[in-house]
């Protein structure tokens, strides 16, 4: 009890530094309402404000993997599904199985 506890603590910190992160780089497309991550099985979920759109849009890394290389470690973000046919599409074309940079401040939550 006391581990699961500990991970959903960490999994909020992660959580609320990616948000914060995400929202500074892609300001310009909307805005990160909530994010929330479950480090157990690797699985990513957002909702966000997109300009243009009434509704939020939800985004939902299904699997996620992540890789160390010397002291830096990357995310390989594996599957995507969203509320969005569209976006589905689109991220899962541009933006699976592509390796990313995590920044340092999430990285040490790690």
Not at 46 to 66: F, H, Q
């Amino acid at each position: 009890m006391l581990k699961g506890l500990a991970r959903g603590v960490k999994d909020s910190a992660i959580a609320m530094t990616l948000k914060a992160y995400v929202n500074d780089k892609l300001s310009a497309y909307g805005e990160i309402v909530d994010v929330t991550i479950d480090t157990a099985v690797s699985r990513l979920t957002a909702r966000a404000m997109l300009k243009g759109e009434r509704d939020p849009v939800t985004i939902t890394v299904e699997r996620y993997e992540v890789e160390t290389e010397g002291e830096d470690r990357y995310i390989k973000l594996k599957t995507f599904t969203s509320s969005r046919a569209w976006l589905t599409q689109i991220l899962n074309k541009l933006l699976a199985d592509k390796r990313y940079k995590i920044p340092n401040a999430v990285s040490k939550l790690l």
